[in-house]
């Protein structure tokens, strides 16, 4: 077998990697570039292979860094299987219609050229397969794979692919510990080749417990200010883990007052409806609280707001409010006309809750830039802005570190991705002296065989 770095080598997003077997290949992972204009470009490059000659292709998880391409690869001319598990299948193809969604409006503002159609986003829907965790299954005649949970976000996977004896994993995205709603990463098998993500290589995360009691002081010191709160949360999982935490802190805890939540995103709206149907995968926590007939992504005071006229009607509700709205690096979604007109004000709170890549918006207003262009407007920063780190849905360093060697033997070889140079650097340095593997960081266009 041999494994081609394309994607996600030597940086965070645009996860791609083709697995070669004898004359048969497959994809694991194809997902958009992110972060620049740069990036962008590099999404709607040819790809490093001849689609037509693709037996199928593999999704580890519904963010779009890992899935977003694969409609382009239709596009292209493939027309092999998607496999899935249910919940990563059923929120991929949200994924996809919002990305028609967003490329067709950007096309009509900017002429900027679309990646791909409805029509290739209707016919990756068409070809998923979706599977359970743990299920063994045929790929390629003498190939087989299984998805395990990632724990990182719903439906997430690390795969473990099968060939001539050998064992080839990649990660995926590793979940961060305690991830309300999804279960615990499952621990890894024996294998050749692991592929790790190291995001978070070269940092640890708050301890996850403090993480509640840190939203609540936000949304208190928010609501003493008078102003409007803004959560910028990816629309799949941050923001199911955002109502569960409030659920908790306002049903149960009762710790907050009532104001009124507006959840202003119709991707993360559509997306609860997929966290409903497949309670099969919750873990005891969430399975608990669903059994005692407690719908977690609902709260009193939590508004939904579908259409865009409700959403323009939360510029007229009065302080203290809270938006939650995507998307969670800024760079689109509704919470830009938030920021918009937010920003500016004092008294008003942004909370940001995930990564923000290089050359996103998110980053720029973290780096407290002062002011910042939004739609070709300079728009003032003077509202205070908070971060709460422990809701990262990815592992820190201790987290990949013990994942890495929670197997029944070490991996014989790592190759880390996902990760920006400095933190892959660092994360190989320490993993080889204290995991006592072989390990390196993936170059773009590498070649590994086992
Ligand atoms: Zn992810």
Redesign the pocket.
């Known amino acids: 077998m041999k494994v081609h770095f394309l994607g996600a080598a030597g940086e965070v997003t645009g996860s791609c990697y083709l697995v070669e077997f004898h004359e048969k290949k497959i994809l694991v992972d194809c997902g958009v570039f992110q972060g620049s204009e740069m990036a962008d470009e590099r999404s709607h490059a040819a790809f490093d292979f001849d689609v037509t000659q693709l037996s199928a292709v593999i999704i580890t998880?519904a963010?779009i860094?890992?899935c977003g391409r694969v409609p382009l690869l239709f596009a292209r001319g493939f027309r092999g299987p998607v496999y899935a598990t249910e919940p990563t299948g059923e929120l991929t193809k949200l994924q996809w219609d919002d990305m028609v969604n967003l490329m067709e409006e950007k096309f009509l503002r900017q002429h900027h050229p679309v990646l791909y159609a409805q029509e290739d986003a209707d016919r990756a829907k068409h070809a998923l397969v979706e599977l359970p965790y743990g299920r063994p299954t045929d790929i390629l005649p003498g190939v087989d794979f299984v998805f395990h949970d990632a724990g990182?976000?719903f439906g997430?996977s690390w795969v473990e692919i099968r060939s001539e004896g050998k064992v080839i994993v990649f990660s995926?995205?590793i979940g961060n510990d305690h991830v309300p709603i999804v279960r615990e990463t499952e621990p890894l098998v024996a294998c050749d080749l692991l592929v790790t993500e190291a995001t978070y290589g070269d940092r640890t995360h708050t301890a996850p417990t403090q993480r509640r009691e840190d939203l609540r002081k936000v949304i208190i010191d928010s609501i003493k200010r008078g102003g409007t709160l803004m959560i910028a949360a990816f629309s799949i999982e941050r923001t199911q883990e955002i109502l569960f935490e409030l659920d908790q802190l306002i049903e149960h805890e009762r710790v907050l007052p009532r104001i009124p939540f507006f959840l202003d995103s119709p991707l993360a709206i559509r997306a609860n409806a997929v966290y409903r149907k497949f309670t099969e995968y919750y873990d005891e926590e969430a399975a608990r609280e669903w059994k005692a007939g407690d719908d977690f992504l609902d709260f009193p005071g939590l508004k939904i707001t579908l259409s865009v006229a409700e959403s323009k009607m939360i510029n007229s509700a009065p302080n203290p409010k809270v938006i939650i709205a995507g998307s969670g690096m800024l760079s689109g979604g509704r919470i830009v006309h938030h920021l918009m007109r937010y920003l500016p004000d004092p008294n008003s709170t942004l909370l940001i809750i995930s990564y923000q890549a290089e050359g996103t918006l998110g980053r720029k207003i973290m780096d407290h830039t002062g002011r910042v262009t939004i739609n070709g407007e300079q728009i003032p920063v003077k509202c205070h802005i908070e971060r709460i780190d422990s809701y990262s849905?990815?592992g820190d360093q201790d987290k990949l570190l013990s994942w890495m060697v929670s197997g029944p033997s070490a991996p014989k070889h790592v190759v880390v991705v996902h990760s920006d140079p400095p933190a892959a650097a660092s994360f190989v340095a320490l993993a080889g002296t204290q995991n006592h593997v072989v390990i390196e960081a993936a170059r773009p266009g590498q070649i590994v065989e086992v």
Request: aromatic content about 0%; proline content about 0%.
């Open positions: 998880h963010h860094d890992h990182h976000i997430s995926g995205d849905a990815h």
